[in-house]
């Protein structure tokens, strides 16, 4: 079974504060894909990265996926209250990549 | 220009009853996908359907769940016989053909609660 283990589960920090989540699995994924889920919503797909290496930002925020396609980071700079929410990773599996693996989760409070 | 549509939004039914929860799909998007989501974990793949098939049911429970995406209409995800540990949020997702890198656009959920 494959699994993607995200860290920290929750992150409370300070308006102007800098900080990183973590995705990590065993596997290899051909695309990872991270989202943001408010409550009551559905997730919504921030980014989606394919290439060993890459890295893409998006504002204040940098997503970068692993030389080895098992593991990704997002980083926030300078972190809003309007950041706060849930981060959710998701990997593609090599033979299934339209059966997205979801890890469990950040929930980041960026208190103003 | 509508994404991913799912109604009801919020669903109650007793133990025993059928729930049945609908999804539309992004225009252009022929790809649907169902997910489940227990309070305080992630998202896990239930069902993935194209039109009129039924692509991979792997992560569906063996007894009371169906879905369903005719020609015509929305998806259908029906759960028969709901019990209390059916309660959960479900999301649709879907994506355009051909894609080249799966990326799944979500609906907003639909919250089932079982009484």
């Known amino acids: 079974t494959q699994l993607l283990e995200q860290s920290p589960q929750f992150l409370s920090i300070q308006e102007g504060e800098n900080l990183t989540v973590y995705c990590n699995s065993s596997?290899?994924?051909?695309?990872l894909q991270w989202y943001r889920q408010e409550p009551g919503e559905g997730p919504v797909l921030l980014v989606t990265?394919?290439?060993?290496?890459e890295v893409k930002k998006l504002k204040r925020l940098t997503f970068q996926f692993g030389d080895a396609r098992k593991d990704s980071s997002l980083h926030i700079t300078a972190a809003q209250p309007g950041d706060t929410g849930l981060y959710l990773c998701?990997?593609?599996?090599?033979?299934?990549?339209?059966?997205?693996?979801f890890g469990s989760g950040t929930r980041l409070l960026v208190r103003p | 220009n509508a994404g991913v549509m799912q109604n009801p939004r919020h669903l109650v039914r007793r133990r025993g009853q059928e729930a049945r929860l609908r999804c539309s799909p992004m225009?252009?998007?022929?790809?649907v996908y169902w997910y489940r989501q227990l309070p305080e974990e992630g998202l896990k793949f239930m069902v993935y359907?194209?039109?009129?098939?039924?692509?991979?049911e792997s992560g569906m429970p063996k007894e009371r769940f169906s879905a369903e995406f005719p020609k015509e209409g929305p998806s259908i995800l029906r759960i028969q016989q709901v019990v209390r540990g059916d309660s959960a949020a479900y999301f649709c997702?879907?994506?355009?053909?051909?894609?080249?890198?799966?990326?799944?656009?979500f609906g907003p959920g639909t919250r089932l609660t079982v009484l």
């Open positions: 997702a879907s994506s355009p053909l051909g894609a080249s890198y799966n990326e799944q656009f």
């Open positions: 596997s290899v994924f051909s695309s």
């Open positions: 990265v394919v290439t060993g290496g």
């Open positions: 998701a990997g593609a599996p090599m033979d299934s990549s339209y059966k997205l693996i």
């Open positions: 225009k252009g998007h022929s790809h």
């Open positions: 359907l194209q039109k009129e098939n039924i692509i991979d």
